[in-house]
């Protein structure tokens, strides 16, 4: 097994995650919340590609960008995406 620093919290922890035990659990909670919100407002992953619908996310939510991106880029881009990652520009939009 390999040390790997957290990408939440920046502790180093052993295994294959890119994020510590307590940080996945706390991932998956914001996950499950944006999950829901999504769903309540009827939007699908694919439309956060647009910078007004992924802007919204980010304030409804009081998430951060780059927590968002990291979720999408981790947990659902295979599903969602193809496996391909989101990538932000210098003016934070989603490309």
Do not use: P
């Not at 909670?29 to 944006?34: A, F, G, H, T, V």
């Amino acid at each position: 097994m390999e040390a790997k620093k957290c990408l939440r919290c920046g502790i180093f922890h052993l295994g294959n995650e890119d994020v510590c035990k307590t940080c996945k659990e706390n991932d998956m909670k914001d996950i499950e919340k944006l999950n829901s919100f999504m769903d309540y407002n009827g939007l699908e992953f694919s439309e956060l590609k647009e910078k007004e619908a992924f802007d919204k996310v980010v304030f409804e939510l009081g998430m951060s960008s780059e927590k968002i991106t990291r979720y999408m880029n981790t947990y659902i881009k295979d599903e969602v995406y193809g496996g391909n990652e989101i990538k932000k520009n210098a003016e934070s939009e989603i490309l």
